[in-house]
């Protein structure tokens, strides 16, 4: 992720050289830039009181261009052209003072936990400033949460009230047990016409954090069942991001387009590092490529992050080649990205030659001249790693190897390959994958029972299945909880996804593959639900099956037992953050074979 740059005279000789007329919005932008100085930036990476609760007011006291706007949000005017509205670092800090404003006259008092539950965009982060300047805990929702998981979430936070666009079923749930029922529920519309000089704010604020304050509460995806509420500590958030000063792509023409949902940790990190920057971002309030590819051709990023779900839309069909014509680097973390999908998004765009590897120092990079298309840098992280902590980088000439995350970053002090009993596995062996790294959670908000579990042998499970070779690069093969027993030994999911989307991507956009219960004494066995591509529409299950079981045999891996299509979106179940829920896709297919 935030580890990998471009070495500075490179990225110097790669603008300069460049092939494209400067767009008039860059020439526009690198007159009066928003990017920090360098020693700004050498600066923050050193300051001890520095952290999650409070990067917005380092970012205005050593950025001298902080009025600058960096921050952009978007809409689409009456006529479908697409507006981008920029804010300052001091815009940011006057609405978070109206917004802290607001819920200071409503109560909130340092500690307490506060729902969330607003529209993706800039919108979660300006009430996460607002929240933790008071010192309180912001519990950030997706509002594409099921309705029903949201009120048990917020239940089992604890919240003391909630802020949200559309309060009116959450109320309604209130009254049916008045007794769960916070202090307030409000909408959000509310805070954003409040009259911030009708109440003060504290003497002390904004909120001095003590290095392990809980900042904020993340939910899990919910592939797994109920989400689990992750905490984010001020100090723990910020640790292993300090490199990002100076090494991330922080140059005049450098843009950041964030498709990160900004409710989760994956955004919030993007955004904290961007404010700390003076990085222009245009945080996106939609991931669907129907709204983001009008975005990248307003906005022209020299780099796009996201989740899987984005990169999906963007490498099927028709390539978006306006929009990414300035890309030189993808961003991806959470789940890993396919190769299927990955080796047709590096196609687009413009880079330094010289592939930039994560375990060296920028001085150490060679500087050369551009080549075309981009690189895909591929994080594993998660809320709970605090960051993406392995990091793979693809190019268009880039070898492929299927499910390579990479080698830890520098923020990683250990990572191994356990057995069950905290036992590390010989290299080639398959276990579970543990860390030991300042950036991880202090636990689960809540349920230190639940944070135990992930603790084995002074590690941190991160819930995945993995193997490291011999030359230290690490395999992600599977989630735990995904994995499939076969009366053979287990079969893993990930690597025939992985076949099924880059050799049979003629036939397949989209997959997911679980295991369910065969018949008595069969174990579990696995199948494919597929999303097709449009040319591929009229295919039968039983054509599809054949294709993807030559491509399995061939890849010497395990074949499918049924294939199912998924001709709606109901029938290819998301979770909140876009993951696929493999845990309906089990529940729905449970019979498919035992016919119970």
């Known amino acids: 992720m935030g580890w990998f740059c471009f070495h500075p005279s490179a990225r110097r000789r790669f603008h300069k050289n460049s092939r494209r ?43 001298p261009n902080r009025a600058v706007p960096f921050a952009y949000s978007h809409h689409t005017d009456h006529r479908g052209a697409v507006v981008l509205r920029g804010h300052s670092l001091l815009d940011l800090a006057a609405l978070r003072d109206r917004y802290a404003t607001w819920y200071r006259a409503n109560g909130v008092r340092p500690g307490e936990p506060v729902g969330v539950v607003v529209g993706e965009g800039l919108e979660p982060v300006l009430h996460f400033l607002a929240l933790t300047a008071l010192g309180a805990v912001p519990a950030l ?20 009230g909630i802020v949200a666009d559309d309060p009116t079923r959450l109320a309604s749930a209130y009254r049916e047990d008045p007794r769960q029922r916070p202090r307030f529920i409000a909408m959000a519309a509310e805070i954003q016409a409040f009259d911030a000089g009708s109440a003060p704010l504290p003497e002390d604020y904004p909120y001095r954090h003590a290095a392990d304050d809980v900042v904020g509460l993340i939910h899990s995806s919910g592939t797994t069942g109920t989400p689990k509420s992750t905490m984010l500590a001020h100090r723990q958030f910020w640790d292993g991001k300090q490199p990002r000063m100076e090494r991330f792509p922080a140059e005049p023409y450098d843009r950041l387009m964030s498709l990160m949902p900004h409710t989760h940790a994956g955004g919030l990190s993007y955004f904290l ?38 990169f999906v839309e963007l490498a099927t069909g028709e390539l978006p080649v306006k929009g990414a014509a300035k890309v030189h680097s993808w961003f991806n973390t959470g789940d890993s990205a396919h190769y299927g999908h990955v080796r047709r998004l590096v196609q687009l765009g413009e880079r330094p030659a010289g592939l930039i590897k994560p375990w060296l120092l920028p001085h150490q990079q060679a500087a050369e001249a551009a080549l075309p298309g981009s690189q895909f840098i591929d994080g594993l992280g998660s809320s709970e790693m605090g960051m993406a902590l392995f ?20 923020a990683v002090v250990r990572a191994a390959v356990l057995d069950e009993n905290g036992v590390e596995v010989p290299d080639g062996t398959v276990g579970l994958l543990a860390v030991v790294s300042p950036s991880l959670t ?28 011999a030359e230290g690069r690490f395999y992600h093969l599977d989630r735990t909880v995904d994995v499939i027993d076969t009366v053979s030994g287990p079969v893993y999911s990930l690597p025939i ?14 997959c997911s593959v679980v295991g369910v219960p ?60 876009g993951k696929v829920l493999k845990r309906e896709l089990r529940t729905r297919f449970a019979t498919l074979f035992t016919g119970q």
Not at 39 to 57: H, K, P, V, Y
Not at 391 to 410: F, L
Not at 553 to 563: F, P, R
Request: with cysteine; aromatic share 4%; glycine share 6%.
């Open 21 to 63: 007329a400067p767009h008039p919005w860059e020439t526009a932008m690198s007159e009066q830039s928003s990017v920090a100085p360098l020693a700004a930036r050498r600066q923050l990476m050193t300051e001890a009181s520095l952290g999650a609760g409070n990067f917005l007011d380092h970012a205005i006291a050593v950025n």
């Open 141 to 160: 929702v997706n509002d594409a949460m099921r309705h029903d998981v949201m009120v048990r979430y917020l239940n089992h936070v604890g919240v003391v």
């Open 273 to 310: 590092t961007a404010a700390l920057l003076g990085l222009p971002t245009v945080v996106m309030s939609d991931w669907r490529r129907s709204v983001v590819e009008p975005v990248m051709e307003a906005f022209r990023p020299t780099m796009v992050a996201s989740f899987p779900r984005t």
């Open 391 to 410: 990091g793979q980088v693809t190019a268009p000439e880039t070898p492929r190897d299927d499910r390579c995350v990479g080698r830890p970053t520098e």
């Open 442 to 469: 202090p636990g689960y908000w809540n349920n230190p029972r639940l944070t135990a579990t992930f603790e084995l042998a002074g590690h941190w499970l991160t819930g995945d299945v993995a193997r490291r070779d």
């Open 497 to 510: 996804e992985e076949v099924l989307l880059a050799d049979c991507a003629e036939l397949v956009r989209d």
């Open 518 to 577: 065969g018949l008595p004494g069969e174990g579990q066995r696995p199948i494919a639900v597929v999303q097709l591509q449009a040319d591929a529409a009229q295919l039968a299950a039983e054509e599809v099956q054949e294709a993807a079981n030559k491509a399995l045999a061939g890849a010497g891996l395990a074949t499918l037992a049924a294939v199912s299509i998924a001709r709606t979106p109901e029938e290819f179940p998301l979770g909140p953050t």
